[in-house]
């Protein structure tokens, strides 16, 4: 009879005892896929916010407007930018400045945009609740909920004061895209009105590029190349600042938690198989009398201990998936999400979370099923090792 058939007969011999075990890695297979799942999808939202509504995929500007975002520090003239997956490119001017309702005034950061090159780069002007889109100078665009602090509508008139000067500006659509930076900071002005706030000795403070998902850092790697000396180029994940090194962490501490869940479990099943052993070694001693060797017999062990937990990892992989699926097919994390970016207006959190689906994740959960069989083979299989046929032979 072979290793392995050998090794299914004594799993199903013990089903209670073999059920307990893949009940305890089912569990930590679907924690392992869900984790996983949910902070890939955490990290997706994050880079579609920043891309598609708070920055851009690669934003290019001069070295000393990184390090200090004044508008003096802005481009005199646009320069020109060169690479094959660059898709479109978008000047855009950001100031300080105040605003002035008739009822109340509050600081933030005002952002002068072409209108036309703004829709081909980013969602902002389809997420117009009320109103329109910027189409000329004169008019501003604000997020919603700054437009409740502000209480100013829809056809009211908002005055935007620099340093260097000031304009009334008719408010001309109200934006709602679910994203705490446009929803409650969010001001967009035409691109020719932020360069008078800005004294008119500038054309824009960054340029705003479109690349492919997932190609963004890429593609400022490669244009910190070939920019001209004063120039850089920031993906994404550079534009995220804070809120990035918040993501990082949350991975560092969950990734080795969930390695410590698989090696618990893993010890959960050794520690059953060793009491299995404990129990069996009358049989192991006849197996071996019979000429069955003692390294073969320990490699059954390690063989029954993977199966008993490859059974749970197998059920888990479905529970897992099917968790996995329905999450990133429905908008359940939203409530929590919502009240997220309520605390944290300027985190640049989104309003929909939806956990990412990956064939990977089996490969990380599957590790539970190699622990199982290796420590079964040092510490069970050890028992097998050192058995004396002839002492279990005689019943003492």
Do not use: C
Not at 9 to 32: C, G
Not at 66 to 84: I, K, S, T, Y
Not at 92 to 107: K, M, N, T
Not at 122 to 140: M, N, T, Y
Request: aromatic residues 8%.
């Amino acid at each position: 009879m072979s290793l392995l058939r050998l090794a299914w007969r004594n799993v199903f011999r013990q089903r209670r005892r073999t059920t307990l075990l893949s009940l305890v890695v089912v569990y930590v297979t679907v924690a392992v896929l869900f984790l996983f799942g949910f902070l890939d999808g955490y990290g997706e939202s994050l880079v579609e916010a920043y891309a598609e509504y708070v920055e851009a995929p690669v934003v290019v500007a001069r070295e000393v407007w990184w390090q200090d975002p004044d508008p003096e520090n802005g481009f005199r003239e646009l320069p020109a930018v060169a690479h094959p997956l660059v898709q479109a490119a978008t000047p855009r001017l950001s100031l300080y400045a105040l605003l002035r309702s008739p009822y109340r005034v509050q600081g933030g950061v005002v952002l002068g945009v072409d209108p036309q090159g703004e829709k081909v780069l980013s969602r902002v002007p389809f997420k117009v609740s009320q109103g329109r889109w910027l189409s000329a100078p004169g008019e501003a665009v604000l997020g919603q909920r700054l437009a409740e602090r502000l209480d100013v509508r829809v056809g009211e008139r908002l005055v935007v004061e620099t340093g260097k000067g000031a304009l009334g500006l008719l408010v001309v659509g109200l934006v709602r895209a679910g994203v705490g930076n446009v929803d409650f900071g969010g001001v967009y002005l035409h691109l020719e009105d932020a360069r008078k706030l800005s004294g008119g000795r500038v054309l824009a403070t960054h340029l705003a590029l479109k690349v492919p998902r997932g190609k963004e850092e890429g593609v400022a790697k490669a244009l910190n190349q070939a920019l001209p000396e004063g120039l850089r180029a920031q993906g994404v994940w550079e534009l995220m600042g804070p809120i990035r090194a918040d993501y990082e962490g949350s991975r560092l501490f969950y990734v080795p938690l969930l390695g410590l869940f698989m090696l618990l479990a893993a010890v959960a099943v050794v520690s059953t198989t060793y009491v299995s052993v404990r129990e069996r070694l009358r049989e192991f001693a006849v197996a071996e009398s019979l000429g069955l060797s003692p390294f073969r017999l320990a490699a059954q062990v390690a063989l029954e201990a993977a199966l008993a937990s490859g059974l749970g990892l197998l059920l888990g992989l479905l529970l897992g998936y099917a968790l996995l699926w329905y999450t990133s097919t429905h908008d359940v994390f939203g409530p929590l999400m919502r009240l997220s970016v309520e605390l944290l207006p300027e985190s640049g959190l989104s309003e929909h979370l939806y956990t990412a689906l990956r064939p990977v994740y089996a490969l990380y959960a599957a590790m539970v099923v190699g622990l199982s069989a290796l420590l079964a083979l040092l510490f069970p299989g050890r028992l097998v090792l050192a058995l004396e046929p002839t002492r279990y032979l005689k019943g003492e």
